[in-house]
């Protein structure tokens, strides 16, 4: 049996499996990207695939913080709107 990566939100705090998240990096050019492989360079932090999430986020500050640098409101935009078709 293959065993699942497991990773937490930095939102809700929730362990999910890696395929069930979304990473968010930061380069080491101190830019904030949204990572649609899991494999791009630079400090990462996961965030769940909902938009309940992402409002947590930006509430919190939770992705600010996990990655160290401030979040672009257009990162948010961009999250927000993967989601609301789902």
Do not use: H, W
Not at 22 to 48: C, F, H, Q, S, W
Not at 65 to 75: M, S, T
Request: net charge positive; glycine share 4%; charged share 40%.
């Amino acid at each position: 049996m293959k065993k699942i990566p497991m990773r937490k939100c930095v939102a809700t705090q929730e362990q999910c499996p890696k395929k069930e998240l979304i990473r968010i990096v930061r380069t080491p050019e101190r830019k904030v990207e949204i990572d649609i492989t899991g494999k791009m360079n630079g400090r990462g932090a996961y965030l769940k695939k909902s938009l309940e999430a992402v409002e947590a986020a930006k509430k919190r500050k939770a992705l600010a913080r996990a990655l160290e640098c401030e979040i672009p409101d257009e990162i948010y935009e961009r999250l927000a709107e993967m989601f609301v078709n789902e």
